[in-house]
């Protein structure tokens, strides 16, 4: 039988990608977004929802399973970004940011290990930032609001580790996707110089990590942060 | 099926029932409206409480066609709580549906 992941922020990007990605290899996903979604197969169900609406995400998690089944992998992708001067930045835009990043993570990861807890077995992946590990200058409320997912990735782990869910979190460097359009190059180049392998990070590096958090041999790899381009916290 | 008082009751000590014989807790084979959820004389421990109301919303979800969250700041700012007992944890779920507002689907 297949499995069934539910992948939020899949409208496109590496949400989309990923969801690409799991359908290739037979899985069922559940996607969803703010807006409809263009992505069309057989096995890909797509549910408009804005996540930092906990209520809309109870209700969604509980659709799923009616529609497909019990979620078997939750991948906490969607997430959005905002780089200016802290001295600049409006509450408003810090509000925004830890609504998705953190609180809309944090409301799927408690709906979907909910239905996995009953069944004694899950995957969470989280996504997190290069940005957060090396505390970079004028992503401040971003990199806070992953460093709040990454706490979560790791309490979540011990918490949830007796119902046989695993949490991991994967931090990409930067990726060519719209989340990165505005920032200038020379902001790129110089994130890129802190890392040990001084390259653009590419969708397939991201599924290559997703991949091993969900083989059935990682099931004893948990509360796991992993950055992506030889970064170290 | 319609969610009377009756109904959520019986769900409730089903979904304890069959909580006890997987975990092997003879005390919740016979549970019944007056059975402790919560405290020392609760045969559950935490962490059989946390499977119990997730369990719970489940079954609320499956067979009542009720999306409802039972560990809401409304419960857990409650003097008494609302999980004491079966009696009240089937009341409080009670006050949850005749309280809920209707979903576009129901409109």
């Known amino acids: 039988m297949s499995q069934i992941a539910f992948i939020t922020g899949t409208r496109k990007g590496i949400g989309r990608h990923i969801a690409e990605h799991l359908l290739a290899q037979g899985w069922l996903v559940a ?34 399973k009616k529609d497909l089944g019990p979620i078997d992998v939750l991948i906490n992708n969607a997430g959005t970004a905002s780089m200016n001067h802290l001295l600049l930045t409006p509450g408003s ?30 995957r969470i992946v989280n996504f997190t930032t290069v940005a ?7 992503e401040a409320i971003y990199a806070a609001s992953k460093a709040a997912l990454e706490s979560l990735t790791r309490t979540a782990a011990k918490e949830l580790a007796p119902y046989g869910i695993t949490v991991n979190a994967i931090g990409p460097t930067p990726v060519d996707t719209d989340l990165i359009r505005a920032v200038p190059e020379a902001s790129i180049q110089k994130l890129i ?3 040990a392998i001084k390259r653009m990070g590419t ?19 948990t509360g796991q942060i992993i950055y992506l381009g030889g970064v170290t916290a | 099926m319609q969610a009377t008082r009756k109904a959520i009751l019986n769900m409730v000590t089903l979904t304890l029932q069959e909580l006890g014989e997987d975990l092997d807790i003879p005390e919740l084979l016979a549970a019944n409206e007056s059975t402790r959820l919560f405290g020392a004389r609760s045969p559950l421990d935490s962490m059989n409480l946390v499977n119990l109301i997730a369990e719970i919303e489940d079954r609320l979800s499956d067979d009542f066609d009720l999306s409802i969250t039972l560990a809401s700041e409304r419960a857990m700012s409650r003097v008494h709580s609302p ?21 576009p689907e129901d409109e």
Do not use: W
């Not at chain 1, 609180?103 to 990861?109: K, N, P, T």
């Not at chain 1, 969708?203 to 790899?221: G, M, P, V, Y």
């Open chain 2, 83 to 103: 999980f004491r007992s079966v009696g009240s944890c089937v009341d409080y779920i009670m006050e949850l549906i005749e309280t809920a507002e209707p979903t």
């Open chain 1, 193 to 195: 110089d802190h890392q």
């Open chain 1, 132 to 138: 957060s590990a090396l505390n970079l200058e004028g």
């Open chain 1, 203 to 221: 969708r397939d590096d991201i599924t290559n990590c997703l991949d091993f958090f969900l083989r059935k041999e990682s099931d004893f790899i």
């Open chain 1, 31 to 64: 996607g969803c977004s703010r807006k409809e979604s263009d992505l069309e197969h057989p096995n890909y169900r797509h549910y408009t929802v804005d996540i930092s609406d906990e209520e809309a995400v109870s209700a969604t998690v509980r659709s799923i």
């Open chain 1, 93 to 122: 835009t810090a509000n925004a940011l830890l609504q998705t990043n953190f609180l809309g993570a944090f409301h799927c990861l408690r709906e979907c290990a909910k239905q996995m807890s009953l069944r004694k077995s899950g």
